[in-house]
T-cell receptor
Framework: SQQGEEDPQALSIQEGENATMNCSYK?????LQWYRQNSGRGLVHLIL?????REKHSGRLRVTLDTSKKSSSLLITASRAADTASYFC??????FGDGTTLTVKP | DTGVSQDPRHKITKRGQNVTFRCDPI?????LYWYRQTLGQGPEFLTY????????KSRLLSDRFSAERPKGSFSTLEIQRTEQGDSAMYLC???????????????FGPGTRLTVL
């Protein structure tokens, strides 16, 4: 089964800036999901985007999906220190990459 | 409902001992997943259940690992003859899947951190 590959591996920004993370995958999918994981805790589901959708919003989150390029991006706007976490994409079932570690400095 | 729970949260054991972890999913969820996660990496899929049936097992799940979900509710993951390489966070997740669309939107527990000395 395939897994997503997140890029960059690590991202450090100042509070208030936007953070963009990318995900690439290899085979066709029905949907793609993004999760967040705070240090030492379980993953929390953030957003699901279906293969027939190109963009989706949820609060300060914006997710895009380009099935022709087999890629997705997660944008967090007006970041906060509480957004510090690892972010994972899951293209299809039960497969995760190594994530992007986001650090938001106050 | 309080979400997915896992017990214990931490387990320290000596090499060669057996350990068993428990996961209680969200009550109406029919699917239950087990993952292993080591530091700096994403969760690695181990196995999942649809109700009480174990539908898929990763090749990572060696003969020393066994999982059960006897009544389609809680699940246990047992590791026999633990090795130092088994030290990791073991995550459980559950989901509700029905109809033709499968989303695999999973709700994770807090994990069980295993340390093998």
């Amino acid at each position: 089964s395939q897994q997503g590959e997140e890029d960059p591996q690590a991202l450090s920004i100042q509070e208030g800036e936007n953070a963009t993370m990318n995900c690439s995958y290899k085979t066709s999918i029905n949907n793609l999901q993004w999760y967040r994981q705070n240090s030492g805790r379980g993953l929390v589901h953030l957003i699901l985007i279906r293969s027939n959708e190109r963009e989706k919003h949820s609060g300060r989150l914006r997710v895009t999906l380009d099935t022709s390029k087999k890629s997705s991006s997660l944008l967090i706007t007006a970041s906060r220190a509480a957004d510090t976490a690892s972010y994972f994409c899951a293209p299809g079932k039960s497969t995760f990459g190594d994530g992007t570690t986001l650090t938001v400095k106050p | 409902d309080t979400g997915v729970s896992q017990d214990p949260r931490h387990k320290i054991t000596k090499r060669g001992q057996n350990v068993t972890f428990r996961c209680d999913p969200i009550s109406e969820h029919n699917r239950l997943y087990w993952y292993r996660q080591t530091l700096g990496q994403g969760p690695e899929f181990l196995t999942y259940f649809q109700n009480e049936a174990q539908l898929e097992k990763s090749r990572l799940l060696s003969d020393r690992f066994s999982a059960e979900r006897p009544k389609g509710s809680f699940s246990t993951l047992e590791i026999q003859r633990t090795e130092q390489g088994d030290s990791a966070m073991y995550l459980c997740a559950s989901s509700l899947e029905f109809g033709l669309e499968r989303t695999d939107t999973q709700y994770f527990g807090p994990g069980t951190r295993l340390t093998v000395l």
